[in-house]
């Protein structure tokens, strides 16, 4: 398993069982991209980018992943709550990683906007990862 796919696979876990998150939004609505027809709100896992990262005598691999949270109540300000959520459940979490390990990961920026249809609201999280091989 990649750095990358083993990082997602993680995150998407740790989401899909965090209480917190599963309250505000409902069972189930931890997605692998935007589903057509999705209950609102949900949270999406959309982008993910790897690059090598390694040094002389370590070998790392920076991870990048955007997540988004869709609502249709509460414009912005529940999109944000969303991210909060979102990033409490990762915040600091020793996430496992099948065949490596996570040195660090940490919030780049979050933000939110307002759709072209002014009724769905979004927030993106970017996330960054440093990983390494498991030892």
């Not at 959309?46 to 990262?53: P, T, Y």
């Not at 991210?83 to 390990?101: E, I, N, T």
């Amino acid at each position: 398993m990649t750095p990358s796919t083993a990082l997602f696979t993680a995150v998407k876990a740790r989401l899909a069982a965090d209480a917190v998150l599963v309250n505000r939004l409902g069972s189930g609505r931890v997605h692998d991209g935007p589903p057509r027809n999705a209950a609102f709100p949900y949270v999406a896992l959309e982008e993910i980018d790897s690059r090598d990262a390694s040094g002389l005598n370590a070998r790392l691999e920076q991870v990048s992943l955007v997540i988004r949270a869709y609502t249709r109540s509460g414009g912005r300000i529940d999109a944000m709550a969303i991210a909060a959520d979102v990033v409490g459940a990762l915040d600091d979490a020793a996430l496992p990683l099948a065949g490596h390990r996570l040195v660090r990961l940490f919030v780049r920026a979050t933000e939110a906007r307002l759709g072209r249809d002014r009724l769905t609201a979004e927030a993106t999280i970017r996330l960054s990862a440093l990983i390494e091989p498991a030892a």
